[in-house]
Structures are given as structure tokens and as C-alpha cells.
């Protein structure tokens, strides 16, 4: 009987953790080498942004959502990670059935271009991050995690689009960020917040591979 208890100690001293959000720490070094790529979408139209966008190249382009534009898009501001510079931007491609629009600004950097990750590599509890504006609250620094990856039916705007469900990063003014998997890789852009309820944090994430095809789409 003693052998028996003393096997069952060992095996359970020796099984690998399950993936969950205890296990699935993020580190300052992948958000720090991140955060300079994050822009905030603002306007001499309004007193405080509008959403929250990347920049994807070297030649400053920037993804965000296309709803973020509404009552501005012509006369686009973003403002870089510093919560100083500004600067123009003008829209260069949308897509209004995914919701995404790409916008040109005269902003030349040395950043990385960010990865993007697929569906097969993450899954439901996996720790993710973001930088937005909650609320107005320009450069915040939020993290949640994974609930769902296959969210259908939720929105009758945007009935074609297989979202990711997070929960803890998706406010008012966060539309439109990246949200990035703590190993750096973006899973996605936040479109919205789901429920009546604006501060419940449960968010609906466009994937990936929806982005690719919004990107390589001519």
C-alpha cells in the first residue's frame, strides 16, 4: 500500500502542467520590445482617441479597425507609444465586411514587424496582452486571457467572422489594437466588447488569418 501512495506522489511530482494562466507567464522583455509598435487613433475632431492601432512596417503603416475612423476619417491623427508625437495619417485600403482598414503616415522606423500567430498555436486559458486607450486613458497596458477561438453568431454587423473571445483587455477605446499572446505573436485585432454591460471586459478578437487575407488582398 505504502509503494502504491508512494508511486501516485511521484507521478503527480512528475506530470507536466496543463497550459492555463497561472502557467502562462508574460515577461517585460517581449512587452517592452512590443509597446513602440502601438499607436493611438485620435483626431483634432475629438478630445480623446478614438481607438488603438499598429504599426506593421518599417514605412509606418498602420492596421486598426475601420469602425475606430467613424466621424474622422478625414482628418486621421495617430499618436506614437511616447503620448507626444503625432502625426497624419490617410486611409490607404478597408475592408468594410472584416472591419480593418490600413493607413498610410509619413512615420519611417527602425521597428520589427510584428508576427502574427495562427490558430494551432495557442489555445483557451492562454495568457494575452495589449496596449490601449481604456476610456481615454492613453499608453494603459492590459492582460486577459483566452476564453473561446471559434466565437460565432455574435454580432449581426459582422456575421462572417469566426472571433476569439478574450477576456480582461477589451474596453471603449481599445478597439482596433493588437492583441499579442505572451509569446509576442499577435493573435488578432480587437473589434469589440460583447454585452450591454461597456466595462465587463469580455472581448471579441478578429483573427489572424482574417488579417492576412485583408493584407494580401490587392
Known amino acids: 500500500m505504502i509503494k502504491i501512495y508512494f508511486l501516485a506522489i511521484l507521478f503527480l511530482l512528475c506530470k507536466k502542467p496543463d497550459s492555463s494562466i497561472q502557467t502562462n507567464k508574460i515577461n517585460f522583455e517581449t512587452i517592452n520590445s512590443l509597446k513602440n509598435n502601438v499607436v493611438y487613433i485620435s483626431s483634432p475632431k475629438v478630445d480623446r482617441p478614438n481607438g488603438t492601432g499598429i504599426i506593421i512596417d518599417k514605412q509606418g503603416t498602420v492596421l486598426t479597425c475601420y469602425h475606430v475612423l467613424s ?80 466565437r460565432v453568431d455574435t454580432s449581426l454587423q459582422f456575421p462572417k467572422i469566426p472571433f476569439i473571445q478574450t477576456q480582461g483587455v477589451s474596453f471603449p477605446g481599445n478597439s482596433g489594437g493588437a492583441v499579442f499572446h505572451s509569446s509576442g505573436k499577435i493573435i488578432g485585432i480587437n473589434q469589440s466588447t460583447f454585452g450591454f454591460s461597456t466595462g465587463n471586459g469580455i472581448g471579441l478578437t478578429i483573427p489572424t488569418g482574417f488579417v492576412k487575407v485583408f493584407l494580401e488582398k490587392n
Open 71 to 150: 466621424g474622422i476619417d478625414d482628418s486621421i491623427e495617430i499618436i506614437l507609444e511616447d503620448l507626444k508625437t503625432t502625426k497624419k495619417a490617410t486611409i490607404i485600403k478597408k475592408e468594410e465586411l472584416f472591419d480593418l482598414v490600413l493607413l498610410k503616415t509619413d512615420f519611417k522606423n527602425d521597428l520589427k514587424p510584428p508576427q502574427w500567430a495562427s490558430l494551432e498555436e495557442f489555445e483557451i486559458s492562454d495568457r494575452v496582452f495589449m496596449f490601449g486607450t481604456p476610456y481615454g486613458l492613453k499608453g494603459s497596458y492590459l492582460e486577459g486571457y483566452i476564453v473561446a477561438t471559434d
